[in-house]
């Protein structure tokens, strides 16, 4: 099984930047992809980003230009950093994996508010 802890999240003001981690652990040698969710208040979650094993990676079209996901496979991490942060991007996000393994995996959250 796959275990994912988030952490990174915090208060910004808007055009600031945040940078998320997110550490996997357990069966991590069969993930194929990581990716990163977010939940705004009332809103259902949406996909941010994600990369796959090969080091593909997709963005939602609000993100791109803006955000960065990337890993680093020696410490089993996947980063998502934020720039230019609007107000907009206030929500919870969620790391995710997918592996045949497991299926699909959820953090539990960080959360990101981005206010004046």
């Known amino acids: 099984q796959v275990q994912l802890v988030e952490s990174g999240g915090g208060l910004v003001q808007p055009g600031g930047s945040l940078r998320l981690s997110c550490v996997a652990s357990?069966?991590?040698?069969?993930?194929?992809?990581l990716g990163w969710f977010r939940q705004a208040p009332g809103k259902q979650r949406e996909l941010v980003a994600f990369?796959?094993?090969?080091?593909?990676?997709t963005y939602a079209d609000f993100v791109k230009g803006r955000f960065t996901i990337s890993r680093d496979n020696a410490k089993n991490t996947v980063y998502l950093q934020m720039n230019s942060l609007k107000p907009e991007d206030t929500a919870d996000y969620y790391c995710?994996?997918?592996?045949?393994?497991?299926?699909?995996?959820w953090g539990q959250g960080t959360q990101v508010t981005v206010s004046s």
């Open positions: 995710n994996a997918i592996s045949p393994e497991s299926g699909s995996k």
């Open positions: 990369i796959t094993s090969g080091g593909v990676t």
């Open positions: 357990g069966s991590i040698f069969s993930i194929n992809r």
